[in-house]
């Protein structure tokens, strides 16, 4: 019973979300689109770089920002609330819709450490790619046991609690 309570409030949630997406498309066709953009196929991309720690994802992500002018595409940091990358399902909505309507970002790179997210849960046809880079885990515990010692330079002067400790 507890098992089917859990399935039903899934899928009512899932419900839930799906009439918001609607609402607000409704919204922007009653009050007008923000900017009459037509896209062609092969601008209507949305790369998802879901970031994993300590496998290189700050390199990767400085080549995107790099290659962007060049290449026409544009690249936007994807920051959650206390770094956690889980959304709730409200943000789950607003994150998709803004994702697929943003027109004037597109082609658009998106990076952050956030979970995978099935847009098609949410009624979109035109789904993003996600992409991820790994890494052996023993470099990956390697990198991390240098961060936390020595931090990066992107943020110098943040103080790690675990920074300088030589044991």
Not at 49 to 76: E, G, M, Q
Not at 157 to 167: A, H, N, S, V, W
Request: glycine letters at 4%; a positive charge; one cysteine or more.
């Amino acid at each position: 019973i507890y098992i089917k309570i859990l399935y039903l409030s899934s899928l009512t949630e899932r419900a839930i979300a799906r009439h918001e997406v609607r609402e607000i498309e409704q919204r922007h066709t009653v009050d007008g689109p923000r900017q009459d953009v037509t896209l062609d196929e092969e601008d209507d991309v949305v790369i998802i770089y879901n970031r994993v720690p300590k496998t290189a994802s700050t390199s990767f992500t400085n080549i995107a920002y790099d290659l962007c002018a060049k290449n026409k595409y544009h690249v936007l940091h994807i920051n959650t609330t206390k770094n956690n990358p889980v959304m709730s399902l409200q943000d789950q909505v607003r994150f998709v819709k803004n994702v697929t309507s943003w027109k004037e970002m597109k082609p658009g790179f998106y990076h952050g450490h956030i979970s995978y997210l099935d847009f098609a849960k949410f009624g979109v046809k035109k789904k993003p790619i996600y992409i991820n880079v790994i890494r052996d885990p023993i470099e990956r515990l390697v990198s991390y046991y240098y961060f936390l010692r020595f931090g990066d330079d992107y943020r110098p002067g943040l103080r790690r609690r675990k920074q300088g400790d030589k044991k």
